[in-house]
């Protein structure tokens, strides 16, 4: 079915649009953006009427760093830095976890993107299969993949690459990318044969995460040999376009060695701060020309799949930790949650910004909570104000997932119960 917003204000996030426009129209013919402007007219009867009076459009929400299935893991981070967290609290709950597990837990925390506006992800975790399976069922879009370490044995490594490229065999329309979970869980020996593969079969995307905290940068330096971090991804990857998660204990001299690889920095800000790693310089990254995008993590550590929240607090932490309000303001972080997004996975030309030819990608805000009013700066009232319970409808390639805040198939409170049902079967293993 085809579709026709009627009279919305648009905010396009497209530089050759005007920043803000309103009583816009917008068709949307076979998934794609066909037409903006105002009294689009079209005949047929295959279509549907959305008015937009009083609703705002943005790009659909591009999540560059997220572990899908980790709902469960929700609110048990508390008082552990990342190492102890791992090894103490996820590693073993992990080990439990079966296929049913991860289906629900996975189609639970796509809901929770979608109602939260978030229309693409970028995740790493592992049966992965049973993830793109649950993204198609439930609608959304993105790029999923194995996470790949031999830091436990290298027999495990050997078993995780090979489900890598049957993932990759059994997929082979979908999008899929190398993950290296990250420098300090990989010897230099399981790079070098991750990469022979990954490029074997094409894939030319890596995600990583990276310098998340000081700990991890001592840990890189003794494994690997070398004076900086971003010196081993000069070594291994420059022919890959690089999505690396975190950033935060980045020098000057790793800033520079990252304007030299195609790049960019998926800022988690409150998984971040809540295992204390500290908070990443995307003032610096932002001013040497490398691309910033936006991140949830897993729900472990960053809580929660709003990526207005992490927008929100990517905005406010710069100002705070500079001491300077101007030094970045709500319009950039939105341009990191949608268009720097989809710059980060290579997808600049179908997402990111409500654009005549691309996927039909986008959010309507309903304005109608006191939160929100009075508007002087709508931009930045999106930013700082607005919540899922705001969002009217999130459109992903033309079709409609969320209706008046609520996904057209998924049984909410059903789903919940279930995935509570499964948590105590879990913790009893």
Not at 55 to 60: E, L, N, S, V, W
Not at 192 to 216: P, T
Request: hydrophobic share 35%; glycine share 6%; aromatic share 6%.
């Amino acid at each position: 079915m085809n579709l026709l917003i009627k009279k919305c204000c648009l905010i396009s996030m497209d530089e050759q649009q005007p920043l803000v426009q309103n009583k816009i129209d917008i068709l949307i013919k076979d998934g794609k953006i066909f037409k903006i402007g105002k009294n689009i007219k079209y005949e047929g009867d295959n279509i549907k009427i959305i008015k937009g009076k009083n609703k705002i459009a943005i790009p659909g929400l591009i999540n560059c760093h997220t572990h899908i299935p980790m709902g469960l893991f929700k609110e048990i981070i508390d008082g552990k830095k990342l190492q102890n967290w791992l090894e103490e609290s996820i590693w073993p709950l992990e080990n439990k976890m079966n296929d049913k597990d991860i289906y629900y837990f996975t189609k639970l925390s796509l809901l929770e993107c979608l109602e939260n506006g978030t229309s693409f992800i970028n995740d790493m975790y592992f049966k992965d299969d049973i993830i793109i399976n649950v993204m198609d069922e439930v609608g959304i879009d993105g790029i999923t993949t194995c996470t790949l370490m031999d830091a436990d044995s290298k027999e495990k490594g050997e078993e995780r690459l090979n489900n890598f490229i049957n993932l990759v065999k059994k997929f082979p329309d979908k999008k899929i990318s190398l993950s290296i979970h990250g420098l300090y869980t990989a010897s230099p020996e399981y790079i070098e044969k991750c990469i022979s593969v990954a490029k074997e079969l094409g894939i030319k995307i890596l995600h990583l995460h990276f310098c998340e905290n000081d700990d991890e940068v001592k840990i890189i330096k003794d494994k690997h040999k070398t004076a900086t971090p971003t010196s081993v991804l000069l070594k291994y990857f420059k022919d890959f376009k690089i999505v690396l998660a975190h950033g935060v204990s980045l020098t000057k001299k790793d800033i520079s060695n990252l304007k030299q690889l195609d790049c960019s920095i998926a800022h988690n800000p409150l998984s971040n701060m809540r295992l204390g790693c500290g908070v990443a310089k995307i003032h610096e990254l932002l001013k040497n020309n490398i691309n910033v995008c936006l991140g949830t993590d897993g729900q472990g550590s960053g809580s929660n799949l709003s990526l207005l929240e992490s927008a929100r607090m990517a905005c406010l932490l710069q100002k705070g930790i500079n001491k300077d309000p101007c030094i970045i303001n709500s319009y950039d972080v939105l341009k990191m949650a949608t268009i720097n997004g989809a710059k980060a996975l290579g997808k600049e030309e179908t997402k990111g910004t409500i654009s005549i030819g691309k996927d039909a990608d986008l959010i309507l805000f309903k304005f109608k909570s006191a939160q929100l009013f009075p508007i002087n700066d709508i931009i930045s009232d999106i930013v700082y104000n607005a919540n899922s319970s705001d969002i009217d409808y999130l459109i992903s390639r033309g079709n409609i997932l969320i209706k008046h805040g609520k996904h057209i198939n998924i049984k909410k409170y059903k789903l919940i119960k279930k995935c509570q049902k499964l948590l105590e079967e879990i913790k009893k293993r």
